[in-house]
């Protein structure tokens, strides 16, 4: 078991426990900006059903793959707050009416989670992985949440703004990220048997949760080495 994905809510701190952890496992940390960094170099919003195509479809991940590499660790950041999704949502470019070059994007952002995850030793955040890699015996699912005032504090002492401006501003991430699962995977996010672990970071701190993952993740490790050896 070499992979550990974590769902997230903006305010909850999820991002910055992700670097947190990736770092203090010695793993690679890879989220939505990397992996949206990578298709934008590939241009996939403007070519995807040519790129995507059959017979161009496994060279087009590896060629995600590989620029995902060649992208530098992303180190943890100063503020524990993780940065402001896009105006309308953290998957607002991708909640337009639904169309063939929207599902295709959808299923090479699956496929290349997927490869990344096969390659193992890695700490993925966001873009539905909780759900991509379901029921693979190396993946260990976690889930980081905090009650909706304090996420919205949180993000209002980053960004500066009214509460009541900050606040229609994560309920519009929430339901976003809600909808993207809903919509492209059939799931709903708050499910807790997705997960093998959830966090609520009003109750602990970042330094916590880190080692609580840590924890849980060998915990599980061990016990599935116990079951294949009896």
Do not use: C
């Not at 030793?121 to 759900?131: F, L």
């Not at 602990?204 to 949760?209: G, L, P, S, W």
């Amino acid at each position: 078991m070499s992979v550990i994905t974590i769902s997230r809510e903006w305010g909850s701190l999820g991002s910055h426990i992700g670097q947190r952890l990736a770092a203090a496992l010695g793993w690679r940390y890879v989220d939505r900006e990397r992996i949206y960094r990578a298709a934008r170099a590939s241009n996939v919003p403007q070519s995807a059903l040519d790129e995507l195509a059959a017979d161009t479809r496994r060279p087009f991940v590896e060629k995600l793959l590989a620029l995902l590499h060649l992208d530098p660790a992303v180190p943890p950041s100063s503020d524990p707050v993780e940065s402001p999704p896009p105006i309308g949502g953290l998957f607002a470019p991708l909640m337009a009416p639904l169309a063939p070059t929207v599902e295709e994007y959808v299923r090479l952002i699956g496929e290349v989670i997927r490869a990344i995850a096969d390659e193992g030793h890695v700490v993925i955040v966001g873009r539905g992985a909780q759900i991509v890699l379901a029921g693979r015996d190396d993946a260990f699912h976690v889930r980081v949440t905090a009650p909706f005032p304090l996420r919205v504090e949180r993000v209002r002492k980053q960004l500066g703004q009214p509460r009541a401006v900050v606040a229609k501003q994560v309920r519009a991430s929430d339901e976003a990220r809600a909808e993207y699962l809903r919509r492209f995977y059939h799931a709903d996010w708050q499910d807790p048997l997705l997960y093998d672990m959830v966090l609520n970071t009003e109750s602990i701190t970042i330094a916590t949760a880190v080692r609580l993952i840590a924890l849980g993740w060998h915990e599980t490790v061990n016990k599935q080495s116990r079951q294949t050896q009896g």
